[in-house]
């Protein structure tokens, strides 16, 4: 059975890497699925493989004037919102003493900034019921060296999304974390050098990394109604090693 039939998701980052393995994820349940991120060229070769069923809008989730954008086309397009994947986020690598005014401004702006205003925008849009999920990571509670500044807008999200279980009852929605743990995907690939993720897969319980393809049946979880009383949580998708 389709878990998603007939619900209308948003995800955001959904051209690549784990957005776009639970764009593939949502399609496949059922959903009508709409996709953002910068580049547009990335965008047409998701559609390419998603199919033209699934919508692409450029957006950077760090202009808000984008999101007001992309909402408007989706109120145009589906008039509502059931799911919303406040998955797009950037890392930079910069050792501690040398990282920039820039790169902080930069993650903070995609990965906080942005998840504040993906979620706030869909607002008008939820239906009763409706899921918001953001991503976080096991670096919100595991920073790791050079990537401190990741972390804590990690950790910042974690804590929006407990914040905004608050308000759930006045919106009709709930909102929890989906946190990965190390997921080879273009974005990670370009961020952490190959023995540096040699030496991450040896602590973790399970004995590799996760897949794009883990992180999206977590998703589907937790945008479908088998989630239904899931509110507020941090849900680890990391082998197990935010408890190492
Ligand atoms: P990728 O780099 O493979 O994909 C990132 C996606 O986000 C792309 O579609 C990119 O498209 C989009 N994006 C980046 N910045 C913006 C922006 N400002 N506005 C709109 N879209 C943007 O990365 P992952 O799939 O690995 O990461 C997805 C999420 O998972 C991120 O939030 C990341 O922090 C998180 N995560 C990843 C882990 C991993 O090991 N891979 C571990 C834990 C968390 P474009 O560049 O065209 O904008």
Request: net charge negative; hydrophobic share 50%.
């Amino acid at each position: 059975m389709a878990v998603l039939a007939g619900k209308v998701a948003v995800v955001t980052g959904g051209s690549s890497g784990i957005g776009l393995a639970i764009a593939r994820a949502f399609r496949d349940e059922g959903a009508t699925v709409v996709i953002t991120g910068r580049r547009k060229e990335a965008l047409d070769a998701a559609v390419a493989e998603l199919g033209e069923d699934v919508t692409a809008v450029v957006c950077d989730v760090a202009v808000p004037a984008d999101l007001d954008a992309l909402y408007r086309t989706v109120r145009e397009q589906a008039g509502y919102v059931d799911v919303v994947v406040a998955n797009a986020g950037i890392g930079i690598d910069a050792a501690f003493g040398e990282v920039t005014e820039e790169q902080v401004d930069a993650q903070f702006a995609t990965n906080v900034k942005g998840t504040v205003f993906t979620v706030q925008g869909a607002l008008p849009l939820l239906r009763e019921g409706a899921s918001v999920i953001v991503t976080g990571s096991t670096a919100a509670t595991r920073p790791q060296r050079g990537l401190e500044v990741y972390g804590a807008t990690k950790a910042a999200v974690h804590n929006l999304v407990r914040g905004w279980a608050h308000s759930s009852r006045r919106y009709g929605f709930r909102v929890n974390v989906l946190a990965p743990g190390m997921v080879p995907t273009p974005g990670l690939l370009d961020l952490v050098p190959a023995e540096v993720r040699a030496q991450a897969e040896e602590v973790i319980p399970l004995g590799r990394h996760g897949t794009p393809e883990e992180m999206a049946a977590a998703a589907v979880f937790l945008a479908s109604d088998a989630s239904s009383y899931v509110n507020g949580s941090v849900l680890a998708v990391d082998g197990g090693v935010a408890q190492v």
